[in-house]
């Protein structure tokens, strides 16, 4: 059975020696937290990680979820595992005190989260979805929504959905069916079809409560392919009444779950909605005759939603990759296979240990070094977060700056969680290719990371489309001020050099293709498309690479002291030196490709 351990060490220099997290007391959620709190709640999350979740991740896959007459059952052990979730209070870890949650900050929930995925993303997204679900209705449901049932899904009593998917569209939502009437009573009667929707059914809860995107007819009671027409609603598979009190069953069923490639312990459902009842979420609509509907305020809350589900899925990379490449780590040790290339490591032995071999040493370490880099990113960006809801006065930069990360985040960060764990099943050999071994596991179930919450192509075309043109360009800008600000600080530093000399050139070839991009993107718009995924990937490798430098600058000062962990740094420099060397060399690449523009993609006879 594949292993998993906490990577309680990484977080300790991440939060304590790196981002100094404890000694940010004047950020909300802060104010008490010590370096103890973060400690326990990352062993305890650990430990239940490594002992309850894991043990249950290859024999779920093997089982799968089972329906039969509209009825969802989990694999064997999941609901004994989801029950000892709930009363632990894992799935309110993040949530505000007023809904029975523990109040503590996103980066917390951010690793608890990445360690749940790494034990058994399938058991994982149950509870993931219900935290997008729950933060949305309480940014934007009505008081009795946030008194009622907002406390019940903290609890984990019910879980909840996000339910965009209609067979016909996934990205293009302009084009959905589902729609929703309203009645004299202020409710509305939902129809339509949603698929692929995670947990949209299952015997964990009581109760699940599905937040739907549904279309609001015009006064002739037609819907037309527009946005402006969606609306945001909560549709609860038992009523709850708006004192509290749970009704009779809702007319949303289950029609089928997916038979799929990877995640087969999270049941992918067809949810059909037969005049369900829904509420809104959000002020009302416009909707006086002849006036032009606008979406509903609630619409924020549903795009809140899908950005903190966007960061939870890249941290799904993070996650794949690090399993994944602690049971590579374990396996290249004992396998044998040849001779060092220098000479016999182990001449007792018929055969060295595959890690004497340096191209297993690259797959190691390129995954090492990812996840390490890749988790600083994440951090940062959920500290980010933090200070954009605090009063101190960088906190629109900060703002920015989040906002920018979160297709990168989700799309880089998913594309090299899958890279990662298809390079672990390469140190296995034939061996990784087999079932038993756990490891090919790791490359089905990373790979749908890539493809929901809004597949990476889309992702990249928002970043090139959206973001990076938003406020005359001010994301951007931030972005390479305060990289730059870094690489000035340090440039006579020698012995940093050969980390912050990379980053230097990895910045001019990102801020060359920006320009690149804000030249030709506006006037052939193919250009921006062509370009869009590969600019994505080079702003996620000078990201990284800008945050292994600042690691290899620690690294180094704290080495100078001969501390006891002295191998904890030297790892650090170790994994910094590898991504300078192999990763910000692909700068180049990438730029060119960016700059290729789009004409001979368009000329492509693609019939
Ligand atoms: C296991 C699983 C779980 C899921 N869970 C949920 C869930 O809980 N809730 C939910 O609502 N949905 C869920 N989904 C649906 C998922 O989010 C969609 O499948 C995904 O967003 C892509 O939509 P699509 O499949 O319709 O692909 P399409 O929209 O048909 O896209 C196909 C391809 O075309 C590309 N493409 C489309 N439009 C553009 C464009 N404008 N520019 C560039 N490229 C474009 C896409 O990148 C993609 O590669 C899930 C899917 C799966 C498989």
Same mark, same amino acid.
């Given at each position: 059975m594949p292993i998993y351990r906490a990577p309680l060490e990484d977080y300790r220099f991440l939060l304590h020696d790196f981002f100094e997290v404890a000694r940010r007391g004047d950020l909300p959620e802060f104010t008490e937290l010590s370096a103890e709190t973060i400690d326990d709640v990352l062993a305890n999350a650990g430990r239940f990680c490594e002992e309850v979740l894991r043990p249950l991740n290859q024999s779920g896959d093997a089982e799968g979820c089972h329906f039969e007459n509209g009825v969802v059952r989990t694999p064997k052990g999941f609901r004994e595992a989801y029950k000892a979730f709930a009363e632990a209070g894992w799935s309110g870890l993040g949530a505000p005190a007023q809904f029975g949650g523990s109040d503590l900050p996103g980066? @917390?929930?951010? @690793?608890?989260?990445? !360690?749940?995925?790494?034990?058994?993303?399938?058991?994982?997204?149950? $509870?993931?979805?219900?935290?997008?679900a729950y933060s949305a209705l309480a940014a934007s449901g009505a008081p009795w929504m946030k008194q009622h049932v907002v406390p019940r899904m903290v609890s984990g009593e019910w879980t909840g959905t996000m339910c965009l998917t209609e067979p016909h569209c996934g990205t293009d939502l302009r084009l959905m069916k589902t729609r929703?009437?309203?009645?004299?009573?202020?409710?509305?009667?939902?129809?339509?079809?949603?698929?692929?929707?995670?947990?949209?059914?299952?015997?964990?809860?009581?109760?699940?409560?599905?937040?739907?995107?549904?279309?609001?007819?015009?006064?002739?009671?037609?819907?037309?392919?527009?946005?402006?027409?969606?609306?945001?609603?909560?549709? $609860?598979?038992?009523?709850?009444?708006?004192?509290?009190?749970?009704?009779?069953?809702?007319?949303?069923?289950?029609?089928?779950?997916?038979?799929?490639?990877?995640?087969?312990?999270?049941?992918?459902?067809?949810?059909?909605?037969?005049?369900?009842?829904?509420?809104?979420?959000?002020?009302? $609509?416009?909707?006086?005759?002849?006036?032009?509907?606008?979406?509903?305020?609630?619409?924020?809350?549903?795009?809140?939603? !899908?950005?903190?589900?966007? @960061?939870?899925?890249?941290?799904?990379?993070?996650?794949?990759?690090?399993?994944?490449?602690?049971?590579?780590?374990?396996?290249?040790?004992?396998?044998?296979?040849?001779?060092?290339?220098?000479g016999a490591q182990d001449p007792d032995a018929s055969a060295d240990p595959i890690i004497v071999h340096p191209d297993i040493r690259r797959m190691l370490l390129h995954a090492r070094a990812f996840v390490e880099g890749a988790r600083a990113v994440a951090v940062w960006t959920a500290l980010n977060m933090a200070i954009a809801h605090s009063a101190r006065p960088e906190r629109e930069t900060a703002e920015l700056l989040a906002d920018l990360m979160t297709p990168v985040i989700?799309?880089?960060?998913?594309? !090299?969680?899958?890279?990662?764990?298809?390079?672990?099943?390469?140190?296995?050999?034939g061996h990784g290719y087999i079932s038993d071994n756990g490891v090919e596991q790791f490359v089905r179930d990373g790979r749908i990371n890539q493809i929901y919450e809004g597949a990476n192509g889309v992702q990249a075309m928002d970043l090139v489309g959206r973001k990076l043109g938003r406020k005359g360009g001010a994301a951007p800008l931030a972005l390479f001020d305060t990289i730059n600000r870094f690489i000035s600080d340090n440039a006579d530093d020698a012995g940093l050099a050969p980390f912050v000399k990379p980053v230097q050139t990895g910045l001019g070839e990102l801020q060359g293709?920006?320009?690149?991009?804000?030249?030709?993107?506006?006037?052939?718009?193919?250009?921006?498309?062509?370009?869009?995924?590969?600019?994505?990937?080079?702003?996620?490798?000078?990201?990284?690479?800008?945050?292994?430098?600042?690691?290899?600058?620690?690294?180094?000062?704290?080495?100078?002291?001969?501390?006891?962990?002295?191998?904890?740094?030297?790892?650090?420099?170790?994994?910094?030196?590898?991504? !300078?060397?192999?990763?910000? $060399?692909?700068?180049?690449?990438?730029?060119a490709r960016v700059e290729a523009g789009s004409a001979t993609l368009m000329a492509f006879e693609a019939q």
């Open positions: 980066f @917390l929930t951010l @690793l608890v989260n990445e !360690m749940m995925q790494s034990a058994n993303q399938s058991f994982a997204m149950y $509870p993931a979805l219900s935290m997008a929703a009437v309203e009645q004299d009573d202020g409710t509305y009667r939902m129809s339509g079809t949603k698929i692929f929707i995670s947990g949209g059914e299952h015997d964990l809860a009581d109760n699940i409560i599905h937040m739907v995107i549904a279309k609001i007819p015009d006064e002739s009671g037609k819907i037309r392919d527009d946005l402006s027409m969606v609306n945001f609603f909560m549709v $609860p598979k038992y009523i709850v009444k708006e004192d509290g009190r749970v009704g009779a069953r809702n007319g949303v069923f289950c029609g089928g779950i997916e038979h799929k490639m990877g995640i087969r312990a999270n049941a992918t459902c067809v949810l059909n909605f037969e005049e369900a009842v829904a509420w809104r979420v959000g002020p009302k $609509p416009a909707s006086a005759q002849g006036e032009k509907r606008s979406s509903s305020g609630g619409m924020k809350g549903m795009f809140a939603m !899908m950005n903190a589900a966007r @960061l939870g899925v890249g941290v799904q990379g993070i996650a794949i990759a690090e399993v994944a490449q602690q049971n590579a780590r374990a396996w290249v040790h004992e396998r044998r296979a040849g001779r060092a290339l220098t989700k799309a880089f960060f998913t594309d !090299m969680g899958f890279e990662c764990a298809n390079l672990a099943m390469q140190c296995y050999g293709a920006t320009l690149w991009l804000a030249q030709h993107g506006l006037a052939n718009p193919n250009d921006a498309g062509a370009g869009a995924v590969d600019y994505l990937r080079l702003m996620g490798i000078v990201v990284v690479g800008w945050m292994w430098a600042r690691m290899a600058k620690l690294a180094l000062a704290r080495l100078a002291n001969a501390p006891a962990n002295a191998a904890l740094y030297r790892e650090k420099l170790i994994s910094a030196r590898y991504w !300078m060397e192999r990763m910000m $060399p692909e700068c180049a690449t990438l730029r």
